[in-house]
């Protein structure tokens, strides 16, 4: 089983994605995990890594062939802005989640204990150079959702909700699959 979770920033990719690698006993590889840890190498906020990033393709390369390799071994959640985009024909299931702006950078004030301005700021800006950044590198419209199989709402529900819902759908899914065979 191969499944994608994808979102911005504070739509609760992370938690949702860790949640279903422990239900199914899959594997869990965030790109976001990866690219903290680069920009941390290079001693750098993640703003001036993703500033960085977008004049050194060579970056998000890496990301992208390290989450092709690990699908590729299956049985695996991958996480990240371009999961289900990287592993097209490969993965089983992709899952986008949303929120509303206001509440993912809520969401991330609290999680990170800094000033809501600051994350919005910096949160906004991010997004704004990963939308064209990589609109540039691979022609992908991050805001094109018709990759997904399903799009989630996470500002709507709890975070147990949103966990109990995408479970549900990918029981569901591992159903209808058996009896489609």
Known sequence: MIITISGFHGTGKTTIAKEIAKEFKLR??????????MAKEYQMTLEEFSNYAEKNPEIDHKIDDRTIEEAKKGNVVLEGLLAAWKTRGISELNILLTADEQIRIKRITQREQRSYEEIKEETLNREKIEIARFKKLYGIDL???SLYDVVLNTGLWTQDSVARIVIMLIKEHLKSKDKLI
Do not use: P, V
């Open 28 to 37: 869990y590889i965030s790109a976001g995990d990866l690219f903290r840890k």
């Open 143 to 145: 805001n094109d959702y």
